[in-house]
């Protein structure tokens, strides 16, 4: 029999920016603890804040104890990260 794993991912979010706050649509630069660091855009009903942590177990992200649904993202350096958001400030 095989055996599941659990697919834990832990990050913290350190930049995030509101693109269309009538919809509630964020960018937000996480930092997770695998030393990656990814930009991911999220639609949610209550705002995230720099500092806040989520958190991908099973293939479900929360964010504190909320689930949230993170728009398709790829992990990407530091600096490509920083350049992202320098693009969306123009």
Same mark, same amino acid.
């Given at each position: 029999? &095989? &055996?599941?794993v659990c697919s834990e991912l832990h990050g913290r979010i350190i930049h995030a920016r509101t693109i269309l706050p009538?919809?509630?649509?964020a960018?937000?630069?996480?930092?997770?603890e695998?030393?990656?660091t990814a930009v991911l855009r999220v639609s949610t009903t209550f705002p995230l804040r720099e500092g806040d942590t989520i958190?991908?177990?099973n293939d479900v992200w929360r964010a504190g104890q909320h689930v949230i649904?993170?728009?398709?993202?790829?992990?990407?350096e530091k600096r490509e990260s920083d350049r992202y958001?320098?693009?969306?400030?123009?």
């Open positions: 029999m &095989k &055996k599941s009538a919809s509630n649509i960018l937000y630069e996480v930092d997770f695998n030393g990656t958190a991908r177990i649904t993170p728009s398709p993202f790829e992990f990407v958001f320098i693009e969306y400030e123009r």
